[in-house]
């Protein structure tokens, strides 16, 4: 079976749960099928085809760029039996190329556009495209994987053309053994980090969906014997990183041990982090699944998240963290809960590492990226015996 699989990001270049996902997909999948990855880059390796827009695209807007990157990747998959396409970045590419070389279409959505309105403010009117090009992809998908049953319900409801039938939840995963405790604090020290001060970690971009201005006014009230670490770049917007910029200034005013950390850290160092947290906090307004919850579970780390999308899936509140309602519109209401959350993980550091203990465990027993490889294939497999998934 002759497999292409496409992303915007790979390897070096990953910066979300997406290309977290690809990236273990892809090495669990080159064990069961020829696998040949197209992604965005320069340069090229074995397996992989690294494409970037054209340089008569530069300083246009987005959307256009990411088209001409979906002409490239359709001209190069001649000769493959299925195309599977990761985001609306690569859709495009997916649905022309099952249009051209008559090959079935697999897409699997970590988000929704329709979902992310704020996505406006990042594209302006690319907006309108990137919606398009999800759309069209989607309803014409022969399979369609979510990532959580939240979220295949959320497709369904945003899709109601889409045949539920076509609709197959394959949940993320985790690499258990990349993700485990890690005793060293070398990656604390560096950061300026206090190993003798329990700390709150936050890993993720600077967007309005992972709701970093939430959590940076929630920390107001949170301990202030304990310290905050936000691994937080790539912000989607200047106005957006003006806004962060604000809010993490004046909290740093009113309490110490509040740590920025805006470089993409390397693997091993964000599993330091993760290992020697009080507890991770993950304040999303929208979030699909989650990869990152899964990560700090699988290092040992209790996790205190918001009760959105697919993450109730992840988070067995009350065993392996604590889980706060949000409702659009009631911010004060969501950041309060934050506060008290996270006040009642650090208060309590026995209850923390049970939690931490059924995380990991939730984590090995249920997330393996070998399970979600051999369900992706079979997948494949019906699609391909029956021209579309039954």
Known sequence: MKVALLTREYPPDVYGGAGVHVEFLARELRALLDLEVHCWGEGSGSGVV????????????????TFAVDLQMTAALQGRDLVHSH???????????????????VLTAHSLEPLRPWKAEQLGGGYALSSWAERTAMESADAVV??????????????????????????????????RA?????????????????YVLFVGRITR???????????RAIDPSAQLVLCAGAPDTPALDREFRALFDELSSVRD?????????????????????AVFVCPSVYEP????????????????????????EVVDDGVTGLLVPYREGHAEE???????????????????????????????????????????????GTVLTSGAAP
């Open 289 to 312: 699944l989650g990869i990152v919850n899964l990560e700090a579970m699988a290092c040992g780390t209790a996790v205190v998240a918001s009760a959105v999308g697919g993450i109730p």
């Open 334 to 380: 969501f950041e309060a809960g934050l506060a008290r959350a996270l006040d009642r993980v650090l208060a309590d550091p026995a209850a923390a590492a049970r939690m931490g203990e059924e995380g990991r465990r939730r984590a090995v027993s249920e997330f393996g990226w070998d399970t979600v490889a051999r369900r992706t294939a079979d997948l494949y």
């Open 146 to 179: 979510a990532v959580s049953d939240g979220m295949r319900g959320d497709i369904l409801s945003c899709y109601p053309e889409l045949h539920p039938d076509r609709v197959h939840v394959v949940r993320n995963g985790i690499d258990t053994t990349t993700y």
């Open 87 to 105: 985001t609306w970045y690569a859709n495009l590419a997916g649905h022309l190329g099952k249009l051209l070389y008559g090959i079935p279409h």
């Open 257 to 277: 041990g509040v740590h920025w950390i805006p470089a993409m850290l390397p693997r091993p160092a964000v599993v330091q982090l993760l290992t020697h947290a």
């Open 182 to 198: 890690d005793p060293r604090t070398d990656a604390l020290s560096r950061a300026g980090i206090d190993p003798n001060r329990p």
């Open 209 to 219: 969906q992972k709701g970093v201005p939430h959590l940076l006014r929630a920390a």
């Open 50 to 65: 690294r494409h970037r827009p054209a340089a008569a695209f530069d300083g246009t807007n987005d959307a256009l760029r």
